[in-house]
């Protein structure tokens, strides 16, 4: 069983930047790909930025590159991601997602692909 447990969101102003973490834990620990996604009330979970494990290899949204960057803490099996400029349409719950089996592709952008979430932090970013 893999437990996964974000941190840092918060409500912020347009502009301001915010940091949040995902860190994992568990028996047998092993994963190919850590993400982030977030879901805003009333859309569907949308795919944000991941990392692969194995190569460090990091893939953004369009709409959040630039501004995001996701990194990770091999020592703590954290994934760290870091949102700056933020804007108010950025505003939803951030969910940190682990995929315990290599995925590639189109897939990784993809909520299905993975096998474990955490619960869920909000960020809220104002006018």
């Known amino acids: 069983q893999v437990q996964l447990v974000e941190s840092g969101g918060g409500l912020v102003q347009a502009g301001d930047s915010l940091r949040l973490s995902c860190a994992a834990s568990g028996r047998a620990l092993s994963w190919s790909v850590m993400a982030w996604f977030r879901q805003a009330p009333g859309k569907a979970r949308e795919f944000v930025a991941a990392?692969?494990?194995?190569?460090?290899?990091?893939t953004y949204a369009d709409v959040v590159k630039a501004r995001f960057i996701i990194s990770r803490d091999i020592a703590k099996n954290t994934v760290i991601l870091q949102m700056n400029r933020l804007k108010p349409e950025d505003t939803a719950v951030y969910y940190c997602?682990?995929?315990?089996?290599?995925?590639?592709?189109?897939?990784?952008?993809?909520?299905?692909?993975?096998?474990?979430w955490g619960q869920g932090t909000q960020v809220t970013v104002s006018s």
């Open positions: 997602a682990l995929a315990p089996r290599v995925i590639g592709g189109t897939d990784i952008y993809t909520a299905g692909a993975y096998g474990y």
């Open positions: 990392h692969y494990w194995s190569n460090g290899a990091t």
